[in-house]
């Protein structure tokens, strides 16, 4: 199976790096618009007319299926994607509450979701979580990591610094949800800020569950042939790529 993978940037090589790790396909065509990255602080017109002109990019190969690893596509374009293709188009946040569902019975357990400008304000997650039962739910706008995490800044006084300004006011979570690509960096340093206490919901390893139970998918026992491409500075792009992908 070949496979396109789509981000606003480099953010959703934590996704790949989660299909990496289980083989599960024989090509992976990854493509960060980081020409115009980040979305997250964009409108929704903006970014559903991004999300379309990607699939323009992936016109030019045969593939089997779309991920779009960003959190903030998944929140706005998904259904505009999907009409506009001939394969399958997933996102992250159906994966991500499946996650929440399979590890929290609880369900007045205390949730932090995290995301950008864009994702919390579209409710996707807050709305979803509501409709299958929780209670507790608190959702930040967090976007001052997304750039933090560019500069591979993943722990640090910088970080705590940051942690301090947007958590101090929250009660230590039951479970965080990482509804943004590059937070899976950093889910590490939340968890320690929360005393290592909180269950962590990563996209990556949510939709490799997703993926498998979907597509009854196992591995192909070799690894996946991954290409990278971008629609500005690809080499700056492949650097990031060969840092996170080794982490
Ligand atoms: N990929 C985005 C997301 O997961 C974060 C970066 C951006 O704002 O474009 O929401």
Known sequence: MRIGVF???????????????????????????????????????????????????FNNFDIDLLITACNTVSAYALNEMREASHYDVIGVIEPGIRAVENKIDDKD????????????????????????GYTNITALQTGLFVPIVEESIFDGSLLDEAMQHYFKDISAPNAVI???????????????????????????????????????????????????????????????????LSE
């Open 7 to 57: 981000d606003s940037g480099a953010g959703g090589l934590s996704v790949v790096k989660s299909l990496l790790e289980h083989q599960l396909f024989d090509e992976i065509i990854y493509y960060g618009d980081t020409a115009r990255v980040p979305y997250g602080t964009k409108d929704k017109n903006t970014i559903i007319r991004y999300s379309l002109e990607a699939l323009e990019f």
């Open 109 to 132: 357990a205390r949730l932090l979701i995290t995301g950008t400008r864009a994702t919390i304000a579209s409710q996707r997650y807050q709305k979803e979580l509501k409709d299958i």
């Open 178 to 244: 990482l509804g943004c690509t590059h937070f899976p960096l950093i889910s590490d340093s939340i968890k320690r800020y929360f005393d290592d206490k909180p269950i962590m919901i990563h996209s990556g390893e949510a939709i490799v569950e997703y993926l498998q139970e979907r597509y009854s998918l196992t591995s192909t026992n070799k690894p996946s042939n991954l290409k990278i491409y971008a629609s500005d500075n690809v080499d700056g792009l492949r650097s990031i790529a060969s840092n996170w």
